[in-house]
């Protein structure tokens, strides 16, 4: 692969070179640095590629594969990293930076939207609990003719169950190993989130536990 590497913050100069792991390049090069080395960008490229970019940035070239920042050859670089690739959940093509913070991007790429939605889940997944336990506070539904009141319920009368739950996570893995169905999970999904008063969240897109 071809590589980018900036020394020193925004103008230091840029190494243009070629290695099959650039991340080990890197820490290889920095154990020879006493500015920081920073990965700007990688690209797909052979010896060839490789005195292709070195011709064509030859006029800033100021020693063997270190070149002078000089803003065409920022902007390229920038150009090089932001990438396109269709979106690991909704299928959508996306844009997306295939180095950030030295390491490079190596699993699917999510959209805008779906990023928010995945952090939400985050969120919600770990949140922990108010100081009323969730079973505590479940009961106020028993009386409902709902989802939320068979769930209410079914917890009630169940009584192999824990004295309460910490997160999502757990109350999911729970139901899983009792054999619940998805839209068992779904209403305690939805429960968690009224529970810690998480307000503005999209479950739709959200998947449910596995067993």
């Known amino acids: 692969m071809i590589y ?3 020394e020193g913050g925004l103008d230091g100069m840029i190494k243009i070179g070629m290695a099959a792991d650039p991340i080990r390049r890197l820490a290889s090069l920095q154990t020879a640095h006493h500015k920081r ?10 010896r060839e590629r490789e005195h292709e970019e070195h011709q ?5 070239r100021v020693k063997g594969e270190w070149f002078r ?3 065409e050859l920022v902007k390229y670089v920038a150009n090089l990293n932001w990438v396109s690739g269709d979106c690991g959940d909704c299928g959508e093509e996306t844009m997306y930076h295939l180095v950030t ?3 490079v991007f190596s699993h699917e790429p999510l959209c805008e939207k779906c990023e928010e939605a995945e952090a939400r889940r985050v969120e919600l997944h770990t949140a922990k609990r108010p100081k009323t336990r969730f079973l505590v506070w479940l009961k106020q539904f028993k009386e409902e003719d709902s989802p939320m009141g068979d769930l209410a319920r079914d917890m009630a009368d169940d009584r192999n169950k824990p ?9 999911e893995k729970y139901l899983t190993n009792l054999g619940a169905c998805d839209e068992a999970l779904q209403t305690a999904e939805e429960a968690w989130h009224e529970y810690v008063g998480i307000t503005e969240y999209d479950t739709a897109r959200l998947p449910l536990a596995s067993p």
């Open 56 to 60: 064509r940035w030859g006029l800033l």
């Open 69 to 71: 920042p000089d803003e």
């Open 4 to 6: 980018f590497i900036r």
């Open 163 to 171: 004295r309460s739950f910490n997160t999502l996570g757990s109350l």
């Open 37 to 46: 080395l920073e990965l700007l960008a990688v690209a797909d490229g052979s």
């Open 101 to 103: 913070d030295n390491e």
